[in-house]
């Protein structure tokens, strides 16, 4: 950078080949002119440093699909292969089966009013006067889980 002493001989040494009507007019071209390179490096720069963006962004992106290949790779070739048997459950597990229960019902009409409403089913229709009752099947729920967190 100039110092002062640098700058007024600069000054004075313009002022004399330039003469004072002109020196303004230079100064603002060089003002201008200043202001246009700082754009256009700072336009470069910025272009510049958003392709250095891109391409770390891309060899990151890169590395970790190889990475995740080799992992892939690495799980395929320790994995054990598929058996079709069913996994046996762990040491000291006990296997839980859900139970189906049967439930039995049998509707009567109360001994002292007279049915109001009667289901007909086809052992009615063909003639028997009592039928068995029909046997439905209902799945039980699964008990909780002792071992949940």
């Known amino acids: 950078m100039l110092s002062l002493p ?3 001989v600069l000054f004075v040494i313009a002022l004399i080949i330039f003469g004072p009507q002109k020196l303004p007019e230079l100064a603002r071209m060089l003002g201008k002119a200043t202001a246009e390179f700082r754009k256009m490096t700072n336009d470069f720069r910025y272009a510049l440093e958003d392709e250095v963006r891109d391409l770390d962004r891309q ?3 890169r590395e970790e699909q190889a990475a995740a290949a080799r992992i892939a790779e690495a799980a395929k070739s320790t994995a054990p292969a598929p058996s079709t048997e069913p996994a046996a459950p762990p040491d ?3 296997p839980r089966s859900i139970p189906e229960t049967t439930v039995v019902a049998t509707v009567e009409p109360p001994a002292d009013e007279a049915p109001q409403n009667t289901i007909h089913t086809p052992n009615e229709h063909s003639g028997l006067a009592h039928s068995e009752p ?4 209902v799945p039980q729920e699964k008990p909780a889980d002792d071992h949940a967190a």
Do not use: M, T
């Open 134 to 137: 029909e046997a439905v099947s």
């Open 92 to 94: 000291g597990s006990v």
């Open 6 to 8: 640098h700058l007024v």
């Open 59 to 61: 060899n990151r992106i």
